[in-house]
Every structure is written in C-alpha cells, then in structure tokens.
C-alpha cells in the first residue's frame, strides 16, 4: 500500500535573477500531488492558498540541504531563481529534499538516454555555478566599494 504524503509546513524565500538577497514571501505548505506515472511537489501559501511554485520532472533545477533549509536552484535559460524552503526541524528538511529530488527525478530519461540526461544534469549545475560565482563577485565588487569610500571619508567635507 502506498504510504501518505504527509503536508510539511515551510517559511519561503525567494532570490530573484540578478539580485544578490532573499525576499520572504511568507509562510508555506508543501504537498505532493501524483498524476498518473509522475508526481510533482508543489508550495502553495498558507493565507492565500496561492501556488508559489511547483516542481516536477520537466523542472531543471538542484535541490541541496543547507541546516533546515532545502535551497532549489532553478534554471530557466541562463537565468537562475532560487527557492529557499525552512522546514520545522531536521527530518522534514531530509523528507522535503527527498520528495523534491523523487518528484523531479527525470527516470525516464535516465533509461532511455542516459548520456542526455547525464549531460543535462551537468548544465544545470555549470549554469547554478555560474549564476553563484557572479553573485559573489557583485558582492566582493560592492564591498570593495565601499571601503575605498570610507578609506577616503567622502562624505567629511560636506558643509
């Protein structure tokens, strides 16, 4: 018998393409929703009921555990938006990961062409990478920034 999904309740961050910080969108809960062969988890907004976003197998994304955050790279073209999801404690963080890795897992691929799928798991993770190192390099830029304005005092001669 096929066991239950169980609803977890998630806080929501997004960091949008080409920002450096996360935006709280609120509170959330993550259900999975089967359809045939093929299932997808979707995030739906406790107060509104609202889809926020859903993941399935047609979804380029990666999925990593970070504490009791699960962070969701996903990949649109070169475009990267990320998901941040905190779930309550250890146990629904390790069984959010696992449902969105289940749920997003391409297995049909995986067996009729694993050399594609091999290669597009590989441009997902170059174009997250990617997306990560120039995220650094604004923020390394911008701090260099400001200290050479406070180096100089530029704002002392103001009368």
């Known amino acids: 018998p096929a066991r239950e999904f169980r609803d977890i309740q998630v806080k929501v961050h997004i960091r949008r393409p080409e920002k450096d910080s996360w935006a709280y ?47 969701v790279g996903c990949v649109e073209g070169s475009r990267v938006i990320s998901w941040s999801l905190n779930a309550v404690n250890n146990s629904e963080t390790l069984r959010l990961l696992a449902s969105i890795e289940l749920a997003c897992y391409r297995c049909r691929l995986a ?13 997902i993770e170059r174009v997250i990478k990617e997306d990560r190192r120039r995220r650094h390099r604004r923020r390394k830029d911008q701090d260099a920034l ?6 100089h005092h530029l704002g002392d001669d103001v009368p």
């Open 111 to 123: 067996v009729v062409d694993p050399r594609t799928h091999t290669k597009s798991r590989r441009r």
């Open 146 to 151: 400001i200290d050479a304005f406070q180096q």
């Open 25 to 71: 969108l609120g509170r959330a809960l993550v259900s999975q929703e089967v359809v045939g062969q093929s299932s997808r988890v979707v995030v739906r907004s406790l107060t509104s009921s609202k889809v926020l976003v859903a993941f399935g197998e047609v979804s380029e994304l990666q999925a990593e555990k970070r504490g009791n955050f699960v962070v």
